[in-house]
C-alpha cells in the first residue's frame, strides 16, 4: 500500500478517537496501544475502510486487508461501550 494512503487510512482512524494525526507519533513503540475505541467505532471504521480499499482499488480482498490492519494497528477495545 502507498504511503498516501496509509497516510489517509491514519488520518481517519485517528480522527475517530479525536486526535490529530502525525507521521512522528506512529513512531512510537506500539503507539497503537495508547488509545481505545468501542467495539461499535471500530466496526464503523472498518466499514470505512473495506469501502475505500475498494474504491481505490487497493485489493479485492478489501474485507480480510481491513481486519489485518486493525490487528496490526488498530486502537485496542474498550470492554461494554
Known sequence: MKK?????????????????????????????????????EETDFKK????????NKLNIRAELEAGIFLLDYGWMTREGE
Open 4 to 40: 498516501d494512503h496509509i497516510a489517509i487510512i491514519l488520518t481517519e482512524m485517528f480522527k475517530r478517537v479525536g486526535l490529530v494525526y502525525s507521521p512522528e507519533f506512529t513512531k512510537q513503540d506500539e503507539w497503537y496501544r495508547q488509545h481505545t475505541w468501542t467495539q461499535e
Open 48 to 55: 470505512w475502510l473495506v469501502q475505500y480499499i475498494k474504491k
